[in-house]
């Protein structure tokens, strides 16, 4: 049932390549200029008239969400707010008939989502699901949406359901730019392209594996651990702390890579590890300041780097390459050494991979 592999959590994290791809088939049309979500195409113009997006989810769904803001403010040009499903039912958030809600839930049971987006309702927004799970509640309280196709996930610590997730999301930004006129036709077309290519690119990353474990040896017993990254990697420095608290028991934090002189490089010293997303972007030279700031206070740096990089490689202690891709789509590629690199030092600590500690695969409390 793990197919061969030792953790229902790497099975998942190698199936990547295959479940993106299964997210956008039938859907994204490259060599038609297409991109076809029935259950968006239904209620468009309640998008292109909305107000605000207003993004809701809990864990690593939440920062799928985040990633979102970026991508749809970026491309569609659509004010988004992204928030705690567990904050938003609680503070008396203002929703209006003019708001879009996009829900998102890998296992569509989330008892914080659920009663977030009950309270949305009430309001009159309307309300969009992005689940995994076929059937399952979010997917019918929602008034519409569109499913993720990573299969079952198993593994507590979510993997493919991260990246179908934002799969679906760029989609959906994707289409809403090309009906509101806020990409050109040029960059729409190369957009549907490059996701085409993402898969074969997650399957490179993961070609990384061995050295991402040797990474990892370095590194298992240290206490605490830094994720940086900037602009649309900043949620998936967030997800990489998340994914080593959850399964290896270490303490980390992500933050952006900008905010560390807010108060956190005060914990950088030559114990302190830090994972530092350095890929192409337009943040380029800032990130590589940081990873200078960092260095002359003795902090350690892994930094995660596109193919061909120099720069960043002659700062770094430890470097992991991973293939190109525009940056609004590196999210796909970046989170892939992250969960390897959990994966890895969770197992070395012998801890239990598939069901750590105290979690749940579905959050049906609050
Ligand atoms: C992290 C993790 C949790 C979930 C969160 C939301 O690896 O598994 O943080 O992401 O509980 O769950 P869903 O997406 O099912 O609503």
């Not at 900037?230 to 702390?241: D, H, K, M, Q, T």
């Not at 950088?268 to 300041?289: C, L, R, T």
């Not at 700031?293 to 350690?300: C, D, L, P, Q, T």
Request: aromatic fraction near 8%.
């Amino acid at each position: 049932e793990k197919g061969g592999f030792d953790h229902f959590m790497l099975k998942e994290i190698y199936e990547q390549p295959s479940v993106i791809k299964d997210t956008y088939r039938g859907r994204l049309l490259a060599d038609q200029g297409l991109i076809k979500l029935g259950g968006l195409e239904d209620h468009i113009q309640k998008f292109v008239n909305a107000d605000r997006i207003i993004i809701i989810g809990c864990g690593t769904s939440w920062h799928a969400g985040l990633v979102a803001e970026y991508i749809f403010e970026d491309l569609a040009r659509i004010p988004v707010e992204v928030e705690y499903a567990s904050e938003f039912r609680y503070r008396n958030p203002i929703i209006t008939e003019k708001d879009v809600v996009i829900a998102i839930s890998q296992s569509g049971e989330t008892a914080d989502t659920l009663a977030a987006i009950k309270l949305a309702k009430s309001k009159g927004a309307f309300v969009y699901g992005v689940c995994n799970v076929v059937g399952s509640t979010i997917s019918r309280e929602t008034h519409s949406g569109s499913y993720t196709h990573a299969g079952p996930e198993i593994g507590v610590a979510s993997t493919k359901a991260f990246t179908t997730q934002i799969t679906v999301l760029t989609l959906i930004a994707l289409k809403l730019a090309s009906v509101k006129g806020t990409i050109s036709y040029r960059d729409y077309n190369i957009y549907l392209q490059e996701l085409e290519l993402i898969p074969e690119k997650v399957e490179k990353a993961l070609l990384s594996n061995e050295h991402i474990k040797t990474v990892g040896e370095v590194f298992k017993n240290a206490r605490n651990f830094l994720y940086l990254g900037r602009g649309y990697n900043f949620p998936v420095a967030l997800e990489g702390a998340l994914k080593l608290k959850e399964i290896s028991y270490i303490h980390a934090e992500g933050y952006p890579a900008a905010e560390m002189k807010h108060g956190p490089i005060a914990l950088i010293d030559e114990e302190m590890p830090v994972v530092v997303i350095a890929v192409n972007s337009n943040h380029y030279d800032k990130v590589v300041s940081n990873i200078q700031e960092i260095k002359s206070r003795k902090g350690v740096i892994i930094a995660i780097v596109s193919e061909g990089d120099t720069t960043v490689k002659e700062m770094a202690d430890y470097v992991i390459e991973v293939p190109n891709t525009p940056e609004s789509l590196t999210p796909l590629i970046t989170t892939i050494p992250l969960q390897l690199l959990s994966y890895h030092i969770a197992v070395m600590l012998n801890r239990n991979v598939d069901q750590p500690r105290n979690l749940a695969k579905s959050v049906t409390v609050e």
